[in-house]
């Protein structure tokens, strides 16, 4: 007889003590049909915020579509329509893709701005490479050093870009060199950006007309995708192609998911708590008012956006955080297994530490739907949904296992872990990529539907069982990045 250790363990008790072995039998099936229940609950409640979050984010793109194709650029071009803005690009490491995106970010179609590049005290030629392409002369320190970070080295202007000034600091993370970039902007909004991304030449634009429409515009994101295999000639990208691996092409379909049903429902519901690291404008004031960005967190993007929420609300001013889906940023996304699994491990970390920062804010109504709905959104079906998925394919696994399959439940589960996902990501790319067309070749729009498909077997559990891992590695590494290596764009 082929017994594992449950199944021996639970026949040694009816053997020696069978009345006790009764009553462990039937609590042990209990808790696991009540675990079954809650998982498939848990589901049934995720996937209806999905199909809403989406039915909210088609009716956005359908008037931020018609709103854009009336909208010319020379009409946002106008004296009376934009403000000036500084870019701050934190940049450790970045060799293999400085000039690239320090060319995309100052050939920006924009009336006035600046690029002030922060060398976080990077250990490669970065420096280097920004000296001899840019023809860097040294200029006196005129930071306000109303933050404290730590010491800047040196600071730089360019003599081909008037607007283009460049400070070599010491390493102190990227939190730390947006707050030296901080102090050292001169105008009333900044766009965080990283060092190894484009914008497109309208993003700019496109993001900072509503801050000019709104006067209580705080922060505005817009949407994230991958520039893997893009042809890129002087910072701009000429041809977009579907990246080479199929991991890769996983990643495009997640951020298309992400940004549309994620980013664009949240904004309209003026609930959004994450405005991405890559591609963000902020008022500037209200930024250093709160103390600039947070150090002792690897998820700064997150706990900015949340602050910027709570300082509204405690000092009662009116505020809004929006969300443009037009304005793309592209960025390099790992194109092997380790590196993935890093990066997203790092993200739930930095998910959790937002959170834990942010913990008297929770089911608070002093803070309204932020307090209300929001947080315990972000907690319930963000940070503890690996914990979920990976118990339900750890049940499944048992019952499997011990071969005492409920298949009503495996099917269930199935249908609304996998193939309700399926939907929904096929839903969301059909949305952005064959309207908006991004990839403008037909084979890659349909390379990219099967990515839609195929990466919810496989791919999507080891996203999740790397995110359930994170969940218990909190603590232990907290504040850690870790390396993720760039390729020449």
Same mark, same amino acid.
């Given at each position: 007889m082929n017994l594992d250790l449950g199944s021996a363990f639970l026949t040694i008790h009816y053997l020696l003590y069978p009345e006790i072995g009764y009553l462990m039998t039937f609590s042990f099936n209990s808790i696991l049909l009540i675990l079954q229940a809650f998982v498939l609950g848990y589901f049934v409640i995720l996937n209806l915020t999905y199909a809403l979050s989406l039915l909210l984010a088609s009716k956005q793109f359908a008037r !931020?579509?018609?709103?854009?194709?009336?909208?010319?650029?020379?009409?946002?071009?106008? /004296?009376?329509?934009?403000? %000036?803005?500084?870019?701050?690009? @934190? #940049?450790?490491?970045?060799?293999?893709t400085i000039n690239a995106s320090l060319l995309s970010f100052l050939n920006l179609f924009y009336p006035e701005f600046e690029v002030i590049t922060i060398n976080d005290g990077s250990k490669d030629t970065t420096m280097d490479i920004l000296i001899e392409s840019y023809q860097l002369v040294e $200029? @006196?320190?005129?930071?306000?050093?109303?933050?404290k970070t730590q010491p800047v080295k040196q600071v730089y202007r360019s003599l081909l870009f008037s607007n283009l000034i460049v400070i070599d600091k010491e390493?102190?993370?990227?939190?730390? #060199?947006? !707050?030296?970039?901080?102090q050292f902007a001169k105008y009333p909004l900044f766009c965080a950006v990283d060092a190894d991304s484009l914008l497109d030449a309208e993003a700019l634009i496109r993001t900072a007309r509503l801050f000019v429409e709104d006067d209580n515009l705080v922060a505005a994101g817009g949407t994230i995708r991958p520039v893997n295999n893009a042809k890129v000639e002087s910072g701009q990208i000429s041809d977009i192609k579907v990246p080479r691996t199929w991991l890769e092409r996983f990643q495009v379909v997640e951020y298309s998911r992400a940004f549309l049903t994620g980013r664009s429902a949240f904004a309209q519901l003026n609930m959004l708590v994450i405005i991405s690291?890559?591609?963000?404008? +902020?008022?500037r004031y209200d930024v250093i008012e709160m103390g600039g960005y947070l150090h002792d967190t690897i998820g700064e993007d997150m706990e900015l956006a949340v602050r910027l929420h709570r300082h509204?609300?405690?000092?009662?001013? @009116?505020?809004?955080?929006?969300?443009?889906?037009? %304005?793309?940023?592209?960025? /390099?996304? @790992?194109?092997?297994?380790?590196?993935?699994?890093? /990066?997203? !491990?790092?993200?739930?970390?930095?998910?959790?530490?937002?959170?834990?920062?942010?913990?008297?804010?929770f089911l608070n109504p002093k803070y309204g739907r932020i307090g209300m709905i929001a947080m315990p959104y972000f907690f319930l079906f963000e940070a503890v949904a690996p914990i979920i998925e990976v118990l339900g394919y750890g049940i499944m696994i048992y019952l499997i296992a011990t071969g005492n399959i409920n298949w009503s439940f495996a099917i269930l589960f199935l249908i609304l872990t996998i193939f309700t996902a399926v939907l929904i990501s096929i839903a969301s790319f059909a949305i952005?990529?064959?309207l908006l067309a991004r990839y403008p070749k037909l084979k890659d729009r349909f390379i990219l539907f099967g990515a839609s498909i195929?990466?919810? +077997?496989?791919?999507? /559990?080891? $996203?999740?069982f790397e995110r359930f891992v994170a969940c218990f590695q909190v603590l232990g590494k907290k504040g850690e990045w870790g390396d993720m290596t760039r390729k020449k764009i």
């Open positions: !931020n579509f018609r709103r854009s194709e009336t909208l010319a650029l020379k009409d946002l071009l106008e /004296q009376h329509f934009y403000k %000036p803005i500084s870019i701050l690009v @934190p #940049a450790y490491n970045e060799e293999a $200029i @006196p320190d005129y930071g306000h050093k109303s933050l390493n102190g993370g990227k939190a730390d #060199a947006l !707050n030296v970039g901080l690291g890559a591609f963000g404008i +902020f008022r509204a609300l405690e000092n009662k001013k @009116p505020y809004k955080i929006d969300f443009v889906i037009e %304005p793309m940023c592209w960025t /390099q996304v @790992p194109d092997d297994w380790k590196t993935l699994r890093k /990066q997203r !491990n790092r993200w739930q970390r930095g998910l959790w530490e937002s959170l834990w920062i942010h913990k008297d804010i952005e990529v064959f195929l990466e919810n +077997f496989g791919y999507r /559990q080891v $996203i999740a």
